[in-house]
């Protein structure tokens, strides 16, 4: 039972981390389209942890660098 607590409390703080460094990446990323990085950064940032995820995978595309 302890070790199930300790476990969720590390997955969730390593999805935190992970959260913030999208958050940071959004921000310090430049895009084709200056409307995209507000709308991915509003999306990552009120969606928590699925956001981060089609982040991941979807929103790499739209950067230049």
Known sequence: SSALVIFILLVGILLSF?????LEDILQ???KDPTSEMLWFLFVLFSLFV??????????DSKIS
């Open 18 to 22: 992970d959260w913030l460094f999208v």
């Open 29 to 31: 990323s430049d895009f």
């Open 51 to 60: 956001g981060t995820i089609v982040y991941w995978i979807f929103g790499k």
